[in-house]
């Protein structure tokens, strides 16, 4: 039996900006199996194909960031009020990306009666995760 899905949507939206921001991300997805019954052997296959859809829209620092600490006034509330910042973090825009990416993995598996007692489970599985790329 072949089965399809497609699942998965996320988009907060960033309050400060009135801007969505956030993350959708979607699967794509095709499974199917075939057993097959030969004298004593079980005979399994499987495919699972996958297309992965991430897109991001995010914001680094929305509201910014300053960072205070002792190491100029000996306190880090004064070097604060003094205006002396250990760190400072901005807003860096709006980077957004949209990756995509494929995903196959195939099985195979024997289930081998070799006498009333013993049964041999011998399979193999081959995963193939390319890699992403950019979609524009």
């Known amino acids: 039996m072949a089965e399809a899905l497609i699942n998965s949507c996320h988009n907060p939206c960033d309050p400060c900006l009135g801007r969505l921001t956030g ?3 979607s ?3 095709f499974v199917d199996n075939v057993s097959k019954f030969v ?3 079980g005979l399994n296959f499987g495919i699972d194909i996958r297309y992965l859809l991430l897109n991001a829209s995010t914001v680094n620092w929305p509201l910014g960031q ?3 600490t002792r190491d100029i006034t000996g306190n880090s509330t004064a070097a604060y009020r003094l205006g002396f910042p250990y760190r400072i973090l901005t807003r860096e825009g709006y980077p957004d990306s949209a990756n995509r990416g494929w995903r196959y993995f195939f099985y195979f ?3 081998w009666k070799v006498t009333s007692k013993l049964t041999l489970d011998l399979s193999i599985r081959y995963d ?4 992403p790329h950019e979609f524009t």
């Open 23 to 25: 993350t959708y991300r």
């Open 27 to 29: 699967t794509w997805q």
């Open 39 to 41: 004298g004593n052997h």
């Open 66 to 68: 300053i960072n205070s």
């Open 109 to 111: 598996q024997d289930d």
């Open 128 to 131: 193939l995760l390319g890699l």
